[in-house]
């Protein structure tokens, strides 16, 4: 090995030289909450995400507060995108979600539309099309969620979808109306 690697080596923390050594893909997870202090539950699986292992957190959208999509007799929304740069299959990952929403103390219900304390969605795994029965990637809902599309514009201002379209054409689309960036 060149001397120069090994110097830069001694640099870099160990999960930093394994991360860069496979290959890895470029994804996006939706974060959500609307229960037992949101902010507080964003922020934790942010923490946790930080912590997947074979992974590495690249960018972290501000947070935002939302109404609800969906029934509306439930609590307002906080909402994030986080970029996550994996060499983990997709199902590994999902693996990894469902553990840090279990952890916060996800309870799954029959509503697939109410409340949560936290929701951790695969939206874009690279630019793959996943159809499963336990994914779907692009997630189904993200063309037609402000709390999705404003926050993933603003880590990823150039990204286009796995189908060509920009997350710029798709965020001028929506309607705006419903977000609020919160102050850092
Ligand atoms: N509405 C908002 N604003 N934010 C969410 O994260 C969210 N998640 C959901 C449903 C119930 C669709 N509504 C939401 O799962």
């Known amino acids: 090995m060149a001397l120069e690697n090994v110097k830069s080596h001694k640099t870099k923390p160990l999960k930093l030289i394994a991360t860069m050594q496979m290959k890895m893909i470029t994804t ?3 974060v ?3 229960l037992s202090d949101p902010i507080k539950q964003v922020k ?3 923490d946790a995400l930080h912590k997947v ?3 590495q957190v690249s960018a972290i959208s501000s947070i935002y507060g939302s109404k609800p999509m ?3 007799d439930q ?3 906080i909402n994030a995108v986080v970029e996550l740069k994996t060499s983990l299959k997709p199902l590994m990952l999902l693996d990894a979600l469902q553990a840090i929403e279990n952890k916060a103390g996800r309870v799954r219900k029959e509503n697939r539309w109410g409340a949560r304390i936290l929701d951790l969605d695969i939206l874009l795994f690279g630019d793959q099309i996943i159809e499963n029965k336990c994914l779907t990637i692009p997630h189904y809902g993200m063309k037609v969620r402000e709390f999705v599309l404003l926050p993933l514009q ?3 201002p ?3 979808l796995p189908n060509g379209e920009s997350i710029n054409d798709l965020a001028d689309k929506i309607a705006h109306n419903n977000l609020l960036k919160l102050p850092n």
Request: aromatic share 8%; no cysteine.
């Open 158 to 160: 150039h990204l286009h």
């Open 32 to 34: 959500g909450s609307n």
């Open 28 to 30: 996006y997870i939706g």
């Open 44 to 46: 934790l699986a942010i």
């Open 154 to 156: 603003e880590v990823a």
């Open 70 to 72: 969906g029934p509306q």
């Open 75 to 77: 609590p307002d929304y």
């Open 53 to 55: 292992k074979n992974s």
